[in-house]
DNA sequence: TAGATGACTAATA
DNA sequence: CTATTAGCCATCT
């Protein structure tokens, strides 16, 4: 693998169990905002599964991938339910609440 | 080999 | 206020 997207996966992985994060947070820990498309992209390209939480990585309105990876989006919604974070019906979660601030 | 595309976001009109 | 454009990197056609 190369570049951005190793970077990425790493940081995905030091999420902690029970946060989630956004794609343009991880791009500002990569240096650039607009590296949130790349983030999207290096998950959708099925990454280490077990390894990389994907499902802890949301968007910025806090709502889940429709185009999630493994499965249908109500599998990430389960996965996020059984680690304690609470997943509204719209498929959105608390971003003030369960939101993971790097640095 | 070159061009289009995608789990996104922020800035501009 | 809503709508559109730009920018990033790796993969697919």
């Known amino acids: 693998m190369s570049g951005v997207f190793e970077e990425i996966y790493k940081i995905v992985k030091l999420i902690p169990k029970?946060?989630?994060t956004t794609y343009g947070d991880i791009a500002k820990c990569l240096g650039n905002v607009r590296l949130s498309r790349v983030v999207g992209y290096a998950l959708h390209s099925n990454p280490?599964?077990?390894e990389v939480?994907?499902?802890r990585v949301v968007n910025?309105?806090?709502r889940l991938s429709q185009n999630f990876a493994f499965g249908k989006i109500n599998a990430q919604k389960q996965m996020l339910?059984?680690?304690g974070v609470y997943v509204?019906?719209?498929n959105t979660?608390?971003?003030e609440k369960y939101r993971y601030k790097f640095n």
Do not use: N, Q, T
């Open 18 to 20: 029970g946060k989630v």
């Open 48 to 50: 280490y599964f077990g």
């Open 53 to 55: 939480p994907c499902h």
């Open 60 to 62: 910025r309105e806090g």
């Open 81 to 83: 339910e059984r680690e």
């Open 88 to 90: 509204k019906k719209d």
């Open 93 to 95: 979660i608390d971003l």
